[in-house]
């Protein structure tokens, strides 16, 4: 009986910091991405919303790009440029976002980019 114990605790203690480290979807987490002098790109900690904030008074608007996982590439943008509030919308099909970037440029173009993102 004594031995059965020893087993069950041995194992338990080697199993737990293996169970704790291991990554799942429960452990998901929101990131943001800097555009340096542009504005903020960000997707929400359960992947069901991106946003874009501008936020240098330039002229130029901010967009953050995303993909999906039904398939889908768009963009939200922040409507009010370095004004106070940013845009956010939920990923266009449903789905969640699997990837995103941040771009900028006047007159709706992304004069620059940063690279993609896993979300």
Same mark, same amino acid.
């Given at each position: ?88 919308? /939920? /990923? ?28």
């Amino acid at each position: 009986m004594l031995r059965r114990h020893r087993f069950a605790l041995a194992a338990t203690v080697f199993a737990v910091p293996f169970a704790l480290a291991a990554p799942g979807t429960a452990q998901a987490h929101g990131t943001c991405v800097p555009l340096p002098d542009r504005g903020t790109g960000c997707v929400n900690t359960s992947h069901t919303a991106a946003s874009a904030c501008d936020s240098n008074d330039e002229g130029w608007g901010v967009r953050t790009w995303y993909r999906t996982s039904n398939g889908i590439t768009d963009h939200v943008g922040d409507a009010n440029g370095a004004s106070s509030g940013c845009g956010s919308e /939920p /990923p266009l099909g449903g789905g969640f976002i699997t990837s995103y970037r941040v771009c900028a440029g006047p007159n709706n173009t992304d004069r620059e980019c940063s690279q993609w993102f896993t979300a």
